[in-house]
């Protein structure tokens, strides 16, 4: 059997999701089934580079069908990342000041630095342009998505913390 190639298949297919994996996993949309979802993350608590220690045909095949639907589910798994970020940018918002938080020079911002930074990176003046310069199929592309990528791994490490934060005007 070729198990060693299948476990390269499955690292390459996994890859892109390990970031958000367990928010992925809790997705009504996730088309992975418990038990596939379950065996993955046996593996990956095992190690980060996968071993398989058995040679059960069925479960190799188990294997090669979760490989299929992680190609398959890969851009309903974009679509949710990007969803994510937005939904993250308007709790921002609201916590800050929706018109306050949208108009202000993202430079000016007083929120972690490092998410400050990798908003910049979008290279808008403010997040008000910011959804007005790309179109929404861009979010999933390119270095868009991996700027949304890069924010909300970021975010994921640590709480928000705001600065100073402003008074509400």
Same mark, same amino acid.
């Given at each position: 059997?070729? +198990?060693n190639g299948t476990l &390269?298949? %499955?690292n390459e297919a996994l890859e892109p999701y390990k970031f958000f994996w367990m928010e992925w996993v809790q997705f009504e949309d996730c088309n992975l089934t418990d038990i596939e979802v379950s065996k993955i993350q046996t593996l990956m608590s095992t190690t @980060? +580079?996968?071993v398989w220690t058995s040679t059960s045909s069925d479960e190799l095949e188990m294997l090669r069908g979760i490989i299929k639907k992680l190609k398959i589910g890969y851009q309903i798994f974009k679509d949710f990342v990007v969803v994510n970020f937005l939904s993250k940018i308007i709790q921002l918002a609201? &916590? *800050?000041g *929706? &018109? %306050?938080f949208l108009n202000t020079p993202i430079k000016d911002l007083d929120i972690a630095e490092d998410l400050r930074n990798c908003l910049l990176k979008f290279k808008t003046v403010n997040l008000k342009l910011l959804f007005l310069t790309y179109k929404a199929e861009e979010f @999933?592309?390119?270095l868009v998505y991996g700027l949304i990528v890069?924010? %909300? +791994?970021?975010?994921k490490t640590k709480a928000t913390v705001y600065i100073n934060k402003p008074e509400f005007t």
């Open positions: 059997m070729k +198990t &390269d298949n %499955l @980060s +580079t996968f609201r &916590d *800050y *929706y &018109d %306050l @999933s592309v390119g890069e924010f %909300l +791994t970021l975010q």
